[in-house]
């Protein structure tokens, strides 16, 4: 894997840039399973100076739907309690199964900020190599912090509905395959079975190795050409909730797609409206 700090760096990187006084690291762990705490985790051990970021928190409190994008002022307010500004260099890291780390890459690029990369492999990655980690929070001191919103990164139900109607973009959908067939029951309580009609199916576990690092970016684009995705068009992508949706945005950063949004609301809130239509069984 090539380092990049716009996108991806690996542990070998973050090791040797783990002092520089312009990197800020985030644990940016979110779970979909009540039976592991997130910031307990985080508590107990994480890698040097990391800062938490809380998915749930630093979210538009105003929405009835999950984690959703938060105000620029928010995000001002939280980054700069947190001391993390301009100039700094930000490195997100997760140790969770849905590779929640990739949201928040999204959330900096969506408040238009271009320094930031998730770590490669994760903390689990970090720790099996034997790199230091601690149980302290850091000392923060407010930084200021510019946000220009780029709204052209995320897309609402009716940009979406109007997308599937026309068939003018890509919509890809991260979950199970199970999910989007409408097999499975959908882990929020009252959400309908199915997919977005038009969607395709790239569950986001395929761009990953089996030691939690992404793939290549030949591989990478060999996974979304296996399930049907023509590159060369705009695409949407969506999840349960916008968390693996991430990832999704993510690899298509990786392999130089350069048309790519994401759903926000995604399934917590297609599924939510009657009115609707829900498609199931294969793309």
Not at 121 to 144: L, S
Not at 158 to 173: F, R, Y
Not at 221 to 232: H, P, T
């Amino acid at each position: 894997m090539s380092d990049d700090p716009k996108t991806l760096v690996s542990t070998k990187w973050l090791a040797a840039h783990l002092n520089d006084p312009d990197l800020r690291i985030l644990d940016a762990t979110w779970f979909l399973d009540a039976g592991r705490d997130a910031r307990s985790e985080y508590n107990d051990a994480h890698i040097p100076n990391a800062r938490f970021f809380d998915i749930d928190e630093i979210s538009d409190n105003r929405s009835d739907l999950p984690h959703m994008a938060p105000q620029v002022e928010k995000f001002i307010s939280r980054m700069r309690a947190m001391g993390v500004g301009d100039g700094h260099q930000v490195v997100v890291y997760d140790n969770s199964p849905v590779r929640s780390a990739a949201r928040v890459w999204w959330l900096f690029r969506l408040m238009g900020k271009q320094d930031v990369a998730v770590l490669d492999g994760g903390f689990a990655k970090w720790q099996a190599e034997g790199h230091p980690v601690e149980d302290m929070p850091p000392i923060t001191r407010d930084r200021h912090i510019t946000v220009q919103r780029q709204a052209g990164l995320v897309r609402d139900v009716t940009q979406v509905a109007a997308a599937s109607k026309l068939n003018d973009h890509e919509i890809i959908d991260a979950r199970s395959p199970e999910r989007f067939r409408g097999d499975a029951a959908e882990p929020r309580p009252s959400l309908r079975a199915g997919h977005i009609p038009g969607a395709k199916n790239l569950p986001f576990g395929r761009l990953y190795n089996a030691d939690g690092t992404m793939k290549s970016e030949p591989e990478i684009r060999a996974e979304f050409e296996a399930a049907g995705i023509d590159l060369s068009r705009p695409a949407i992508t969506t999840c349960g909730s916008g968390i693996t949706a991430a990832v999704l945005f993510l690899a298509l950063e990786r392999i130089g797609h350069r048309d790519h949004s994401l759903y926000d609301g995604s399934w917590a809130e297609w599924g939510s409206f009657p009115d609707l239509d829900v498609a199931t069984g294969d793309a």
